[in-house]
């Protein structure tokens, strides 16, 4: 039993805020590109399913690995984007960019007995720069 709970009491000590010792929060004023949409993909930094990550597409091209408790913005021309996560389940969502907007896209994972299924929800930017300024940057 201590050989179980060991690896998960270490695992739940790390998230965005212990990985960013300094305690300062990711700043996000963030000025919108007059012929561009901008979208900032996130994942919060959760225990069940921080093992899994997934690539996210756009238009079936592919962006970046969405691990556990990461963010990356990404610049698209205006109008109707398809963005796609899978590992096993898959999840798919199309929203119209439109010129000077900013989004964010919300990645998680429902963590089942093998593998976990990617869900993406497109948040308000109240809600995503909260959650964003406790994940890190993604090179």
Do not use: H, W
């Not at 305690?23 to 959760?46: A, C, E, H, Q, T």
């Amino acid at each position: 039993m201590k050989n179980v709970l060991i690896p998960i009491l270490i695992f739940s000590l790390f998230n965005c805020k212990t990985l960013n010792p300094s305690g300062n929060k990711n700043s996000f004023k963030v000025s919108p590109l007059n012929d561009k949409g901008i979208v900032f993909i996130y994942r919060p930094s959760f225990f069940a399913g921080s093992a899994i990550s997934y690539i996210v597409k756009a238009n079936n091209q592919p962006l970046m690995e969405l691990n556990n408790g990461v963010y990356k913005s990404f610049t698209f021309n205006p109008g109707e984007v398809t963005f796609e996560a899978e590992t096993i389940g898959s999840a798919s969502i199309t929203f119209d960019v439109k010129k000077g907007e900013i989004y964010f896209l919300k990645g998680n994972v429902l963590a089942g007995p093998l593998i976990g299924k990617p869900f993406l929800t497109l948040v308000s930017n109240d809600i995503g720069e909260k959650e964003i300024s406790e994940c890190m940057l993604k090179n």
